[in-house]
């Protein structure tokens, strides 16, 4: 890997990466730039970085690729996102290992994006439960690539994680969203949520069951959650034709 820097830390190199990027580092661009740094410094094809709850929310992707993988995760409500950040553990998983721990996420993803391996490192607070993660996508079929990186890479995980603590500050990381939400797919994901209390308000059931049944008719028509929950908000489809 050419630019990794075998005489500096993992932390160090990150480090460098990122003083050496040119661009906005303001507080709002903070998502990109970490993840264009993290991007940068293994010589990845792609990399997404989100914050977790029932709803995934998206801070920044570094491709549009990664935008439509980082997608999938929510609209299907599963993926390695939600399993690093749920189990608090560093993952990797080739195409066969993909199929058989989130079979829908994986079909999805070799069928919709040119990913045929992909990480996970898991976004937490001093030590404490996880927040979100930080995805690493390859064109590689196999896991060697990941492999090689996903220790440093979850160093490297610490360091974004505290970088988003930090500039979050008093306000926490949820006040500090409305600083983040400027991109588009942040916004979408918003949509969701309001998606999920038109169907909470018309069928009169608990916000987890709402969703499951978003996710639900998304998958059977080919949509992304984002897609259904915009046709929602635009009246192009109404509640009570989500069944």
């Given at each position: 890997m050419s630019g990794y820097g075998r005489h500096m830390s993992v932390v160090d190199r990150f480090h460098r990466v990122r003083r050496a990027r040119e661009g906005d580092w303001s507080a709002e661009a903070l998502p990109t730039t970490l993840v264009e740094s993290c991007r940068d410094l293994f010589e990845l094809d792609a990399v997404g970085i989100s914050l977790t709850g029932e709803v995934r929310v998206p801070l920044a992707a570094t491709s549009t690729d990664a935008v439509t993988?980082?997608?999938?995760?929510?609209?299907?409500?599963?993926?390695?996102?939600?399993?690093?950040?749920?189990?608090?553990?560093?993952?990797?998983?080739?195409?066969?290992?993909?199929?058989?721990?989130?079979?829908m996420f994986g079909a999805a993803l070799t069928g919709g994006t040119p990913f045929r391996s992909v990480a996970s490192v898991p976004l937490r607070m001093n030590g404490g439960g996880s927040f979100g993660a930080v995805d690493l996508y390859s064109v590689d079929a196999g896991s060697a690539t990941l492999d090689a990186v996903i220790s440093d890479a979850a160093q490297v995980g610490e360091v974004m994680a505290n970088s988003l603590v930090e500039v979050a500050g008093v306000a926490g990381l949820r006040g500090a969203l409305s600083r983040w939400v400027q991109s588009p797919s942040a916004n979408n994901r918003f949509r969701v949520w309001n998606a999920v209390g038109m169907m909470m308000a018309y069928a009169g059931e608990p916000s987890r069951d709402a969703l499951a049944r978003l996710r639900g008719y998304a998958f059977s028509h080919d949509l992304?959650?984002?897609?259904?929950?915009?046709?929602?908000?635009?009246?192009?489809?109404?509640?009570?034709?989500?069944?």
């Amino acid at each position: 890997m050419s630019g990794y820097g075998r005489h500096m830390s993992v932390v160090d190199r990150f480090h460098r990466v990122r003083r050496a990027r040119e661009g906005d580092w303001s507080a709002e661009a903070l998502p990109t730039t970490l993840v264009e740094s993290c991007r940068d410094l293994f010589e990845l094809d792609a990399v997404g970085i989100s914050l977790t709850g029932e709803v995934r929310v998206p801070l920044a992707a570094t491709s549009t690729d990664a935008v439509t993988a980082e997608s999938l995760q929510t609209t299907m409500g599963e993926g390695p996102c939600l399993t690093a950040a749920g189990h608090g553990t560093a993952l990797v998983a080739d195409a066969s290992s993909m199929a058989a721990s989130w079979p829908m996420f994986g079909a999805a993803l070799t069928g919709g994006t040119p990913f045929r391996s992909v990480a996970s490192v898991p976004l937490r607070m001093n030590g404490g439960g996880s927040f979100g993660a930080v995805d690493l996508y390859s064109v590689d079929a196999g896991s060697a690539t990941l492999d090689a990186v996903i220790s440093d890479a979850a160093q490297v995980g610490e360091v974004m994680a505290n970088s988003l603590v930090e500039v979050a500050g008093v306000a926490g990381l949820r006040g500090a969203l409305s600083r983040w939400v400027q991109s588009p797919s942040a916004n979408n994901r918003f949509r969701v949520w309001n998606a999920v209390g038109m169907m909470m308000a018309y069928a009169g059931e608990p916000s987890r069951d709402a969703l499951a049944r978003l996710r639900g008719y998304a998958f059977s028509h080919d949509l992304s959650l984002d897609e259904l929950a915009g046709r929602l908000a635009d009246r192009q489809l109404k509640p009570e034709t989500i069944t």
